[in-house]
């Protein structure tokens, strides 16, 4: 027969723990005020304590552990998954953040920078000091050939180094480069918020250096005769495109992705439809800056200068074996109109001009200040 359950029997085996509560009780008299017992509840049993665990083995399986243990350079790498951003954008924001942001912050715990946003003004300022925060080192070398950017595995440059590469030395970065750099890192922190991986946005206490909106006249009548006449010396085709960018504005991307459909001479006007961007080996038409089509009036001349400039480069085409596409891109790599000139060789070939022309100007078809430099 079931044995009955015995509740004073249990009580005495197993009493509740106490504790002695001093202040007695307003309602009794002060003479009566002693420490009184209170019960305490009991600690949870073996049981509840292995449930507990189970509960919290099966959050970290399901990847809900705590996140402000979580490495910055995981956080990066999340928010350049997410982030809605435009090509040319995303390629800025992996430059700055392989560049200068995860070689500082990368091993970091979130936690750590939110608690400490002091560390973000340290970043600015050694930026401030040198562009490549090279913490006053001696022995660097400042690499100048072309595919100075390619790293072998153990970090060193992949080329042979010749007179181009000089010793070190420092040169500050812009402040508007520290701005942008400053802008990701509070973009990026902004999702850990969202995502209670952290409390706080750190980058809110820093200070970032503050930007003007400064621009270099642009070149007068003279600086550009003379850039006129040391792209000639570069080439023909250089010269064509530098001119449009002089009497049109146009960003070299967008100078870049015109096809020849564009030109329509019996309107005399030019049609700036998309903007060509290379990074990292990926190739595509976007859209413009502005996200906008604009359509440009040429004048008589230019458009008689595009005339002359598409039947040469049908002679070329002949030359080499082939037919110019018509419908093809106006500056072209492979001479057929199948390819078009990548930006940024325009920009480099840009200051080499200005460098001959003895110009320092901005131009905003190549998107350029150019300096002469030793």
């Not at 070689?103 to 939110?114: A, T, Y």
């Not at 906008?292 to 480069?313: F, I, M, N, Q, V």
């Amino acid at each position: 027969m079931e044995q009955a359950w015995d509740h004073e029997e249990t009580q005495r085996a197993h009493p509740p723990a106490r504790c002695r509560l001093r202040g007695g009780c307003p309602d009794r008299p002060r003479s009566d005020n002693k420490a009184l017992p209170v019960p305490v509840r009991a600690g949870p049993t073996h049981e509840e304590a292995e449930a507990v665990r189970d509960r919290l083995i099966a959050a970290v399986t399901a990847g809900r552990e705590p996140k402000t243990k979580a490495k910055f350079g995981e956080l990066l790498d999340k928010m350049l998954e997410v982030a809605d951003l435009d090509f040319t954008t995303r390629g800025m924001y992996q430059g700055y953040i392989e560049r200068t942001i995860r070689p500082v912050f990368g091993e970091m715990e979130v936690g750590e920078i939110e608690q400490r946003p002091d560390l973000l003004d340290s970043l600015y300022a050694s930026l401030r000091r040198c562009k490549k925060l090279c913490g006053g080192r001696r022995g660097l070398v400042d690499h100048r050939p072309a595919g100075r950017g390619k790293r072998r595995e153990d970090g060193t440059p992949d080329h042979v180094c010749d007179e181009r590469c000089r010793p070190h030395q420092c040169k500050p970065a812009e402040p508007a480069t520290i701005a942008q750099i400053h802008a990701i890192i509070k973009r990026t922190f902004g999702y850990g918020v969202r995502w209670k991986w952290i409390d706080e946005n750190p980058a809110v206490s820093a200070s970032p250096p503050e930007v003007t909106a400064e621009h270099d006249d642009p070149p007068s009548p003279d600086e550009a005769v003379r850039l006129l006449a040391a792209a000639e010396e570069h080439s023909y085709a250089m010269a064509v495109l530098i001119w449009l960018a002089l009497v049109t504005g146009a960003r070299r991307g967008e100078l870049c992705a015109l096809r020849w459909p564009n030109v329509n001479e019996a309107e005399g006007d030019l049609l700036i439809g998309g903007s060509y961007a290379v990074r990292k080996g990926q190739r595509m038409i976007k859209p413009t800056k502005t996200h906008r089509k604009r359509r440009l009036a040429l004048d008589p001349g230019t458009l008689e200068l595009l005339a002359s400039y598409r039947e040469e480069c049908r002679k070329e085409a002949l030359v080499a074996g082939g037919d110019l596409d018509e419908d093809g891109f106006i500056f072209s790599a492979d001479g057929f109109g199948k390819t078009p000139w990548n930006p940024d060789t325009v920009g480099k070939w840009f200051r080499q001009i200005a460098v001959a022309a003895s110009v320092e100007t901005t131009l905003p078809g190549c998107g350029t200040t150019t300096r002469p430099r030793c």
